[in-house]
């Protein structure tokens, strides 16, 4: 028993000096700022920036309070998920060559159980990589989009055809946010 | 008449020296390299790098041949349609905030046409907003990505009914690469 506010196992504590040195004043991190810290982290296993994108992409994906920003709960479950992330990356890229390519990510989303045509795996493959390879970031907002997508879709799609019909705003609300 | 390859109008060449500098030994002008080129030009009037999700956005709205990368001629293109965004921007920026915000945005989107449920344009304000205020790259962004899943929608919508029945694959391919 400890009369203190917020405190933390050791391991905790250790998150949370490192979550506050993230947070800034606000006591949130934005998209920003998980870039900031995601490239320093060198999570990516490349020297470049790690991807904008991806960290909005997440973001909105745990932002449970809808500010945009993280408080610490959110940031320890990111830090979960993209640990896991980064294990699955590393088993998907079968041949070590530090990213994914196009057979790589078809049997990828087999395994993940999607069926998709071969055109939609070309087109998900020309929008995510980079001659020919998907890194880390880009491999992550690829996979977060497709379950975001996939997940609003079924969400419509109340007979399990596989076919869905979208009013115009419904369409704009799941696609511009994501 | 002169017998050189390669040769333009003085401002052609002040540009194709500008581009080649951009594009480096490769010749073409890819996502990344478009970012470092707009954040040193200062077009988007903050210090903070340009947006990479934007850069692709436009990439692949300008990419004809589907390489992912700018040629000469699509360089040209992007730098012309980005001087009419700023133009578009300034205008919509109606207090001279630096940034549009929730209200500007609204008036934007009924001025080109759109017509939008009040909380469609909320969440669209959330997603490309900090702080409530919308930058000119994320703006761009916002404005290219609505008005290509707005043609993509429309473009299935034979009867005009603001209705539309989307397969799952049709679905992902108009939505994953925009
Ligand atoms: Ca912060
Ligand atoms: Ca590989
Ligand atoms: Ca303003």
Redesign the pocket.
Known sequence: YTPYPGSYSAADDSMWSYFTAVAGQDGEVDAEELQRCLTQSGISGTYSPFSLETCRIMIAMLDRDYTGKMGFKEFKDLWAALSAWKQNFMT??????????HH?LSQAFATMGYRLNPQTVNAIVKRYSKNG?IFFDDYVACCVKLRALTDFFRRRDHLQQGCVNFTYDDFLQGTMTI
């Open positions: 998907i890229d079968q041949d070590r060559s530090g990213s994914v390519e790589e390879r």
